[in-house]
């Protein structure tokens, strides 16, 4: 009896740590794969969006590259159009000048034509002209050189001197006028 004594009864303390260490290492071993998978699922999703983000840096400075080259370009060849416009006009002129025994009429014919031709070249690149006789004067488009006691309405352009021509409505040089200022009593 006495060693019934010394054994312990079935969910005694002897038991618990047997159980607890049995339970123990089962828990942790359970816990522990899904907690490296779980590891191992946000490194790679880590990895894939850093992946994601050099690309989509290096896409954006392609882009800006692009957008640069392609803003010198326009740059640099702005003129190409006026530029093939004005050809023909340089070469009316050449031939005028190589053409020899001409009379005034043949030259003056020669140069309406080429005129002609440069009116058109301008029209091409929306070079307009600026005419402003008997228009109120505008200092954004002429540039008064003097006034001049007139019967017209004070302010009024009275005398072109020079012609101002604009760039789809943006003036490039602007018209050289003498305007009208009331006569004094």
């Given at each position: ?39 191992r699922q ?56 190589a053409t ?86």
């Amino acid at each position: 009896m006495q060693e019934q004594d010394k054994l312990p009864e079935a969910g005694t303390i002897a038991d618990e740590p047997q159980n607890a260490a049995g339970g123990e290492a089962t828990g942790h071993t359970d816990t522990l794969p899904g907690l490296e998978e779980s590891l191992r699922q946000a490194e790679l999703k880590a990895a894939e969006h850093h992946d994601a983000w050099l690309r989509a840096k290096a896409e954006t400075e392609n882009m800006r590259r692009r957008a640069q080259e392609d803003i010198a370009k326009a740059s640099k060849f702005a003129a190409e159009k006026f530029a093939n416009a004005m050809l023909p006009v340089k070469d009316s002129l050449e031939a005028a000048l190589a053409t020899e025994n001409q009379t005034l009429e043949s030259l003056r014919e020669g140069v309406e034509l080429t005129l002609k031709q440069l009116v058109s070249a301008f029209e091409s690149a929306s070079v307009a002209e600026e005419h402003p006789l008997g228009q109120k004067f505008d200092p954004n488009r002429h540039q008064a050189i003097g006034t001049l006691e007139s019967d017209a309405e004070p302010n009024t352009v009275i005398n072109v001197l020079q012609k101002g021509y604009l760039l789809h409505e943006r003036v490039l040089r602007p018209a050289m006028v003498m305007v009208a200022r009331a006569k004094d009593q």
